[in-house]
């Protein structure tokens, strides 16, 4: 158990050093969706708001957008929301077609008005 833990410590770090090497390298869509792999959207958050080119910030935000929905289902929808709402420049509307199926309008009511 112990050498698992510490192969997957390992990994872990690993790939943390690859999203911020990609990072420096400009390559920020490799480094968001690393990060979004690793679940760990606070790192792609930074990465998603690195680009000086609006289109492909907008572009990685929507990953982003994305990857929670498909994650959290419709059980954290509002989380999700307002995590992408105080962290990007992306609007309700550009996320209507990303919403889960199941999500209830009450849920995006808020949101929405």
Known sequence: MKKRSKLTKKINCLRKAQIILYGILNVHSKSVEL??????????????????????TRELWMK??????????????????DFIRQN?????EDLLEEFPKEAQVEEMKQHLC
Do not use: E, R
């Open 64 to 81: 982003i957008a994305k990857h929670l929905f498909n994650n959290t289902g419709t059980q954290n929808v509002q989380q999700s929301l």
């Open 35 to 56: 990060a979004l792999i690793c679940n760990d959207t606070s790192l792609a958050k930074i990465y998603a708001n690195k680009p000086m080119d609006k289109k492909v």
């Open 88 to 92: 990007s420049k992306l609007k309700v």
